[in-house]
């Protein structure tokens, strides 16, 4: 229970900081809102070249809605962390009681909160504006979702602890973590349109498979059966990334109270 | 009857590669005791706060809170200590009420609306508690961290240098406010501060650090006299510049 109160405290503080001063919200919504737009259109115009056999609306917003969920979900775990940078309430927040894990575990409920709410918002626009409809995945939207958030939180806990480690002046390198993985995930293109090389690499990333199913459900209509080990893959390599990088992030947090970085951590 | 041990300090060592920030240190403050730490900009006292807070792993020696090893007790420990310190504010960006509604979860504060409201009303934080703690001014801030300080009750409470920059009354308002919840709880305190007449008002006794160590123990009203010096600020300025002269 009281692990549970300390969790709570981590998301409550974030739900207050929204409360405080919307304009926060421009981060939850507005940029989401104009990437699904921009793409919106681009894919209703490449729909009226007449060429393809498939419709583009159908993969690209797809492949647009899935993608800035991943970036959401690291972005809530990152600006959750970033909140105490930029508030200087490292010391306050790890002289209480506060574990570690139910700091993590705290970030991580702020992102699924966040990220569920821009999630809604995409599929609003999408439907009304573009006629998309990313609920016609059916049930199979839920372990891609899945997949990704646990992909997402990971890309979060890293950039967390490379600030951690190396000051607040790291937040450049947390931000566009997931723009720096996106050209190995399949997002647009399938993986095999990679360099042989190239491919290794993607399919060492939980989120191509989820490009790549998500490709295959809207091009043929249907589920088959050799999405299953794909989606088995993804979601393995998912939760080994993440117990690995929370055992980084512990590492890091080790490291921090023996240099006495928590104290002096804006100084860094 | 013999008084309940809250903090005992053995060997106390932080070290950075070659530099002993803190040197060896031995210590204890029992309940309902306050204790000065004092010494220059640099001694050693704010990473002895730290390593007490566990925000900072000592390089060697032993924290023992309420007769449990710090290190493996960490998060049951810190339930029952809490901190005030000039350099460590509440988050600007939330109202007063938000801030100690937060901590309160943090620390498992029962009936915590309750205890909120009390410490809104004992701090004269009341007319402020819809306010982000950032628009505050230094004295209303000061009372906010004293109130989160206290929000728990805790049985070891650190504060460094809690009324440093305060014009004197509002130093006098809080360090009533302190007296009156060490007379009423019988929490034990350990203090920092560059402001002498202060700790000779309010330490039972006070520990000297110079350069990592602790130079001078005693009771600050008698201290002076012992080294033939007029007062507690001539002592430390003593030991400031000559720290080798006073020792024993």
Redesign the interface.
Same mark, same amino acid.
Not at chain 1, 257 to 260: E, H, P, S
């Given at each position: 229970m +009281?692990n549970l109160?300390?969790v709570?405290?981590v998301f409550? $503080?974030q739900v @207050?900081?929204l409360r #405080? =001063?919307p304009i926060r919200l421009v981060n939850i919504f507005l940029w989401l809102s104009v990437d699904l737009l921009l793409w919106g259109f681009i894919s209703r115009y490449l729909d009226t070249l007449g060429k393809a056999t498939f419709s583009f609306a159908t993969v690209l917003l797809g492949a647009v809605i899935l993608n800035e969920f991943l970036t959401r979900v690291q972005q809530g775990v990152m600006t959750t962390f970033l909140?105490?940078v930029w !508030? $200087? =309430? @490292?010391? =306050? @927040?790890?002289? !209480?009681?506060? +574990?570690i894990k139910e700091y993590v575990g705290g970030m991580v409920v702020s992102s699924i909160f966040t990220s569920a709410a821009g999630f809604s918002v995409m599929i609003m626009i999408a439907g009304l504006g573009f006629g998309f409809n990313i609920l016609r995945i059916g049930f199979y939207l839920l372990p891609f979702l899945i997949i990704l958030f646990l992909f997402g939180a990971t890309l979060g806990i890293l950039a967390i602890s490379i600030i951690l480690r190396f000051g607040p002046s790291a937040e450049w390198i947390g931000w566009p973590i997931p723009f720096a993985l996106s050209p190995f995930m399949g997002i647009f293109y399938p993986v095999s349109a990679l360099p042989h090389a190239l491919q290794a690499v993607a399919r060492a990333i939980p989120a191509s498979y989820v490009f790549e199913g998500m490709r295959k459900i809207l091009m043929t209509g249907h589920f088959s059966n050799d999405l299953v080990p794909m989606l088995l893959v993804g979601s393995g390599l998912a939760l080994i990334y993440l117990v690995l990088m929370y055992l980084i992030f512990f590492k890091v947090y $080790?490291y921090v109270? +023996?240099? #006495?970085l928590? #104290?002096r951590f804006g100084a860094e | 009857m013999s008084k309940d041990l809250n903090l005992k300090v053995t060997g106390l060592t932080k070290e950075y590669g070659p530099t002993k920030a803190v040197d060896n240190i031995s210590f204890s403050i029992t309940e309902g005791e306050v204790v000065g730490l004092l010494g220059p900009n640099g001694a050693g006292k704010t990473t002895t706060i730290n390593m007490i807070l566990g925000v900072l792993e000592p390089s060697g020696g032993d924290i023992e809170i309420f007769c449990k090893s710090a290190k493996e007790n960490r998060s049951l420990v810190n339930e029952h200590l809490n901190l005030a310190a000039v350099y460590a504010q509440l988050p600007e960006n939330l109202t007063v009420w938000e801030n100690l509604y937060v901590f309160g979860l943090l620390y498992n504060i029962q009936d915590l609306k309750g205890r909120i409201k009390y410490l809104l009303k004992e701090f004269d934080l009341e007319k402020f508690k819809d306010q982000k703690a950032g628009v505050l001014s230094s004295g209303e801030q000061s009372r906010l961290n004293l109130a989160k300080a206290i929000l728990n009750e805790p049985k070891l409470l650190l504060l460094d240098e809690p009324t440093a920059s305060l014009d004197p009354s509002t130093s006098r308002l809080i360090r009533e406010k302190i007296r009156k919840f060490v007379d009423r709880t019988g929490a034990a305190i350990l203090w920092t501060s560059h402001n002498m007449n202060e700790i000779e008002a309010m330490c039972d006794r006070v520990l000297f650090l110079s350069h990592g160590k602790i130079l001078l123990e005693g009771n600050p009203r008698t201290l002076p006299k012992e080294y033939n010096k007029k007062d507690l600020e001539e002592l430390f300025i003593a030991v400031a510049r000559e720290p080798l002269s006073l020792e024993l």
């Open positions: +009281k109160k300390r709570y405290a409550i $503080r @207050f900081l #405080g =001063n909140e105490d !508030s $200087r =309430n @490292f010391l =306050n @927040f790890f002289a !209480s009681p506060l +574990k $080790r109270l +023996k240099n #006495g928590i #104290g | -």
